[in-house]
């Protein structure tokens, strides 16, 4: 036993693991109320990624915290007359239709974007030293009064991580590092955890 966790120190002491750093971002008037009216979910934009993925992440909160006032925008399309393609900033055009074609008072959008995979999670460094590798990924979430046709929240939360070789480094170091996708779910749960904090739930 003693001998395996040797070889474990002995490895990990090789190993440099490199962790993404996170920039959240909010616009906001108020606190979020979800105590009053109808909310409908959009169909997620993901730029690179599976935006059912993030929409069922979001919609997993929503319905414990709004319980059964929240809607997905696809759910409404079934026996509603509703665009079938809604942007992540809608314009006061496409909020007014959605407001005409459901009996709802509010939307939310949500966007994902892969901006950069170069780096695939583990393996050696480049032998450039400071020529950087870079995983970066965010996702964005708002929220819109279908009434005035205004937003009335936006979050954002963007990860990246940077593996380069140092110049003194003979031989660039087998390395560990969250790839984009890993960072684009890290992301969308801290989106969630600063709503929670900033929201007021049925």
């Not at 920039?23 to 409908?40: K, M, P, Q, Y």
């Not at 409404?76 to 992540?88: C, V």
């Amino acid at each position: 036993m003693c001998r395996k966790l040797i070889v474990l120190v002995v490895i990990a002491s090789f190993l440099s693991c490199h962790h993404a750093r996170y920039i959240t971002s909010t616009g906001a008037n108020g606190a979020l109320d979800f105590t009053e009216g109808r909310w409908v979910l959009n169909d997620a934009t993901c730029v690179n990624c599976d935006g059912v993925r993030l929409e069922n992440k979001l919609m997993e909160f929503l319905k414990e915290c709004i319980k059964d006032s929240i809607v997905n925008l696809h759910q409404e399309r079934q026996h509603k007359l509703i665009m079938s393609k809604i942007s992540f900033e809608p314009s006061k055009t496409e909020l007014r239709e959605i407001s005409k074609g459901t009996d709802a008072s509010y939307l939310i959008t949500l966007e994902g974007k892969i901006v950069k995979n170069e780096f695939g999670g583990m393996g050696y460094q480049r032998d450039e030293p400071y020529v950087d590798d870079e995983n970066i990924a965010e996702v964005s979430i708002a929220f819109y009064d279908l009434k005035t046709q205004t937003q009335i929240h936006y979050i954002n939360t963007r990860g990246a991580v940077s593996v380069s070789k140092d110049e003194d480094d003979d031989d660039g170091d087998f390395v560990f590092a969250p790839s984009a996708y890993n960072i684009l779910s890290k992301a969308i749960r801290k989106d969630i955890k600063k709503i929670k904090k900033n929201c007021k739930c049925k």
